[in-house]
C-alpha cells in the first residue's frame, strides 16, 4: 500500500484542516467567437480526509471545476490550493506546465469517466505509467504498480490488457493508475457514470475504502443523488458555474429550504383536507432515536398522521424526513411546532393548500433524464 497510515474515522468538523480550496475561480471559454463562462466566482473548501461530492446539471461546470483543480485547464482569474500550495502560482505564464507545478500535480490522483486506459499496454504497466513519467525506477515501479493492483482487487490481472476487463475491472485499473503517484487527493469526473449499478456501489466502496485506509480526500463529481448518499461526508450543488449550496451533509439537512436536502431525502404527501397542518421534519444525529412524535402525540393528545418517510444512513449516521399531519390549521399548532422546534428538530411547515405545488421540479429528476441520454 502507498501508505500504510490507518486513520481513525473522525468527526468532520467545520473548520477541519482545509485541503482543496479555491476562491474567486473563473473559467471563460472562447468557444467560435463566443465567450462561455463555466465557473463563475467558485470558492470551495474540501477538508482534509473527507468524501467531498459536487453535484449539478449537464453543463453546470463541474468538469471544468474537476480540471481547474489539478490545472488541466487553466483557471481565467482566482485561485487553486492543493495541500498548502498555491497551484495557480506554480502555473506561471507558459503553456507547458513547469516541474514544480508537475510535482504538485502528483500529488492529485485523477480517475476519469472512461477510463483513459492505454490499450497497447498492459494493466501493469498502464498503473506504471505515471511512475514512469516521474523516473522512478523499473524494479520499484513494478513493485508498486503490483502493490496497487493489490489495493484495488486485481492482483490476478496484471498481465492483462484493458479489453480484457470489464468496465468496473477498467475503472479500478484507473484507480491504482491516480494512486501511483502517493497522491493526498483522488480528483473523480463521473468515475462510475458509464458502470451499471451493482459495478457503481463496488466501486463507490473501493473510493471510501481508500479514503478511510489511506486517509485520501476525495472530491468526486456526480450526476446521481445516490452517490452523495452513498459516500459522501459533504457535498456541493452547481449551477450555472456558481456553487449555489455546500457544506456537510448533516449540515445540509439542518438548513431549512435546502434544495440538496430535500433531493437526498424526498418526502411527499399530501394533505387529507384543507383543515390540517402538514409539516416536513427532518431528524438527525441524536434527535433520529427519540421518539418525538409520539411524546408530541401523547403531550398535546393530538391525532398525527404520517404521510410519508424517508430514513437512511448518510456518512455512518441516521437521518431522516418524515412528512406528518397534526389536526387544525397552523394558527392552532404553534405549540406542538414549538415542542418539535425544541427537541432539536428542523421542522418546515408546508404551505396550506397544495402541499407540493411550491416546490420546483427536483433536479435529479432532470439529471436521470440527462444521465438517459
Ligand atoms: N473546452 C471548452 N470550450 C468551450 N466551452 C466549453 C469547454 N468545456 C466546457 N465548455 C462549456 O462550459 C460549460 C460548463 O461545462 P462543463 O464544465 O463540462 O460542465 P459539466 O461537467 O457540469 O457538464 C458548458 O456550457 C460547456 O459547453
Ligand atoms: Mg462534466
Redesign the pocket.
Known amino acids: 500500500m502507498p501508505r500504510a497510515r490507518h486513520h481513525p474515522r473522525r468527526a468532520l468538523d467545520s473548520d477541519g484542516n482545509p485541503v482543496i480550496t479555491t476562491k474567486g475561480l473563473t473559467?471563460v471559454?472562447?468557444?467560435r467567437g463566443r465567450q462561455?463562462?463555466?465557473?463563475d466566482g467558485v470558492d470551495l473548501h474540501v477538508r482534509e480526509g473527507e468524501v467531498f461530492g459536487v453535484i449539478?446539471?449537464?453543463?453546470?461546470?463541474?468538469?471544468?471545476?474537476i480540471?481547474c483543480v489539478n490545472l488541466l485547464?487553466r483557471p481565467t482569474s482566482g485561485t487553486v490550493t492543493v495541500d498548502g500550495t498555491d497551484l495557480t502560482a506554480l502555473a506561471g505564464r507558459g503553456r507547458r506546465p513547469n516541474k514544480d507545478l508537475r510535482a504538485a500535480r502528483s500529488r492529485i490522483g485523477m480517475v476519469f469517466q472512461h477510463f483513459n486506459l492505454l490499450s497497447s499496454r498492459t494493466v501493469r504497466d498502464n498503473v506504471e505509467l505515471p511512475l514512469e513519467i516521474l523516473g522512478v525506477s523499473c524494479a520499484e515501479r513494478t513493485r508498486r504498480a503490483l502493490e496497487l493492483l493489490d489495493l484495488v482487487g486485481l492482483a490476478d490481472k496484471a498481465k492483462a490488457y484493458p479489453t480484457q476487463l470489464s468496465g468496473g475491472q477498467k475503472q479500478r485499473v484507473g484507480i491504482a493508475r491516480a494512486l501511483a503517484g502517493n497522491p493526498k487527493v483522488l480528483l473523480s469526473?463521473e468515475a462510475t457514470s458509464a458502470l451499471d449499478p451493482e459495478t457503481t456501489r463496488s466501486i463507490l466502496h473501493l473510493l471510501r475504502d481508500l479514503n478511510r485506509q489511506l486517509g485520501l480526500t476525495v472530491l468526486l463529481?456526480t450526476h446521481e443523488m445516490d452517490v452523495v448518499k452513498t459516500v459522501c461526508d459533504s457535498a456541493a450543488l452547481?449551477e450555472k458555474?456558481k456553487v449555489v449550496e455546500t457544506g456537510t451533509l448533516a449540515d445540509l439537512l439542518a438548513t431549512p429550504g435546502s434544495q440538496l436536502a430535500r433531493e437526498l431525502f424526498p418526502v411527499t404527501g399530501d394533505a387529507s383536507g384543507p383543515d390540517s397542518t402538514v409539516i416536513d421534519v427532518t431528524f438527525h444525529g441524536e434527535t433520529a432515536t427519540q421518539p418525538v412524535i409520539s411524546q408530541l402525540s401523547r403531550t398535546y393528545n393530538i391525532d398525527i398522521s404520517i404521510l410519508g418517510a424517508a430514513m437512511d444512513t448518510v456518512g455512518g449516521r441516521q437521518v431522516g424526513r418524515m412528512r406528518i399531519e397534526l389536526p387544525g390549521r397552523y394558527e392552532e399548532n404553534v405549540v406542538p411546532v414549538g415542542f418539535l422546534r425544541e427537541q432539536g428538530l428542523q421542522v418546515d411547515i408546508l404551505p396550506a393548500g397544495g402541499t407540493e405545488t411550491a416546490t420546483p421540479a427536483p433536479v435529479t429528476e432532470t439529471l436521470v433524464k440527462e444521465a438517459a441520454k
Open positions: 473559467k471559454y472562447q468557444s462561455v463562462t463555466a465557473l449539478g446539471q449537464s453543463g453546470a461546470g463541474k468538469s471544468s471545476l480540471r485547464e469526473d463529481i452547481m458555474g
